[in-house]
Nanobody, 128 residues
């Protein structure tokens, strides 16, 4: 059984940092592309970042480039999203995905469709 579990969300102020973590089990993690999506109230789901096991196969959305960094630790079956310089518009529920049949590039253009394994989400609220 595949499990994807996010943690690390919370309430912060503009300019603060947070690190989200996502632990995945039930997949061959070292050969599984991982990603983050987010959805703000009343808005569509948005791609945030993705990373695969291939060197250099890392993508960040333009809206977070330079502020957010995705990384992975295959020894811990965990992917991270380091979020710096947070803005109120980053307020959303953040969802981690495990996508065994994807690359980071295909996750980035998928809009989340056809990705089978999702976490339940962790909420990030950035106050102004």
């Amino acid at each position: 059984q595949v499990q994807v579990v996010e943690s690390g969300g919370g309430l912060v102020q503009t300019g603060d940092s947070l690190r989200l973590s996502c632990a995945a089990s039930g997949v061959t993690f070292s050969r599984t592309a991982m990603g983050w999506f987010r959805q703000a109230p009343g808005k569509e789901r948005e791609f945030v970042a993705a990373i695969s096991w291939r060197p250099g196969d890392i993508y960040h959305a333009d809206s977070v480039k330079g502020r957010f960094t995705i990384s992975r630790d295959d020894t811990k079956n965990t992917v991270y999203l380091q979020m710096n310089s947070l803005k109120p518009e980053d307020t959303a529920a953040y969802y981690c995905v495990a996508a065994p049949l994807f690359t980071a590039q295909t996750i980035s253009v998928s809009r989340g469709y056809d990705i089978k394994y999702w976490g339940k989400g962790t909420r990030v609220t950035v106050s102004s």
